[in-house]
């Protein structure tokens, strides 16, 4: 201990107590920022145009909805519903396979550490365009182009799964341990031994973990998207609902929910594993 | 065996590491580098493998000129120089096997590696260096699973596998207890003098360094201010390497204290690795 700090005098503003430091500090622009968002919010909840007699309707709707629910049934319209399953499980696990093998490509680009920056630049924005639009975009824009069907379904559902996934993994790639990199590279090994050690072996539970859950995702988009004309369990589901058909309905939806629970079991369960 | 020539390295920030280092150390000859943090150590050794290009100046190793070499011919002299971490810098989620053979894959093709189908003969150094260090029955063990001693001891098999001419060894004992500290500096000069390698030790310690190293190299701001031998380190010459400071005082007893001060964080008990690994 040296002398120094015995002999220090208590710092001045223990005179005048303490406040945390405020987000704004004027007094005046704290208040004005307050009541300009009090105020918006009034008028824009004012300006919410809400109609009585259409949501009595549709409350009773919704009754006839519940009802079906609690009566689901699965045998009158099961051919369909049979097809639009096998169609999305198919969509979803070819989509899901097909968009793995691609973003890890561009996610190994996309790693700044790894990448020279014009490879670098070109990855990302592959990855920002795939991720710029939302499935059900996409998917209008591939029925337009290759008719309705799962085809259009499986290009959807590819290209989401590149632009989640590579940029996921290239953002996991970023944070890697550096030593063990510089360890493996000072052995004498190639570029590919070197990812196939100290990154692969560093970012491949994530990788894992990531892959299960976009199979989830997949698997409920793959039935929206169908509701656009994408093929699958969403093009069954669609045309019930249009013929007010809540049983059928109601049984598909209750599929689907099995469906994603199974998903969301087996996903942790791998998990696990590759902890 | 190794020559370094007039090395100098600026950093794109503008700051000097190296200010013209030269330096030769012969075949098995072991020697010390100390200095302060930030004089350049690391650097220094990171140079000589070319995981940091150095900015002028020239490096043989044996005949061959490391700092004009690129792409395989590259990775091929890497493969003599093996590399030994402070933090060991092992795959944490490998196995302890996995890890003394990446030793091994600057030999091995990529398709061999990927599938760890190493030769049978590098599988049986493998064992042999595991034994030598020690830790045969923790040979399908993840590493993450090991105490620092023993993960120290299997970035040392990581590196005799690479079966180096010349070892670089960046602050060993760092994260390590005294004991371990000795234990693996003795490990690592009776294996040099086993395999007559060459090796360059970068140490904080000063102590450890004078018992165990014949020669130390004071480097300071990125010139070498002192080469010679270990008890030619007088207080005189610490105060040119590391700056003013009473050196008569460091008695035995303050030392000690030192020592389980610098006792590492890294250095799970055995209670907490039970814990984290049932």
Redesign the interface.
Known sequence: MTTATQSVSPPQSLAHGWHRPRLIEPTWARWAVAFGIVAYLTLAFASVDVNWARVSDGLARAGRLFEGFLTPNFTARWSDIQQGMIESLTMTVTATVAGVALAIPFGLGAARNLAPWWLYGICRAVIAVSRALHEIIVAIFFVAMFGFGPFAGFLTLSLSTIGFLSKLLADDIEEIDPAQVEAIRATGAGFCQVIDFAVASQVIPRLVGLTAYKVDINFRESSVIGIVGAGGIGATLNTALDRYEFESAAAILLIIITIVMACEYASGAIRKRFA | MLRIEKLHKYYKTGDAALRGVSLTVCSGEIIGLIGPSGAGKSTLIRCV?R?VEPTSGRIFLGDTEVTSLAG?AL?????R???I?Q?Y??????TVM?NVL???????G?WS??FRRFPQTDIRRAFALLQRVDLTEHVDKRADALSGGQRQRVGIA?ALA?EPELL?IDEPTASLDPKTSRQVMRLLTELCREGHLAAIVNIHDVALAQMFLPRIVGLRAGEIVYDGPADGLSPEVLTTIYGEEDWTQGTAKDEEEDDFDALGAHQPSDLEVAAQYP
């Open positions: 493998n995981l395989s990775r091929h002299a890497r493969r120089i093996a590399m971490f933090e810098a092992l795959i944490e989620r490998l996995e990446s030793g091994r894959l600057g030999y091995t990529f590696s990927w990581r690479q670089l």
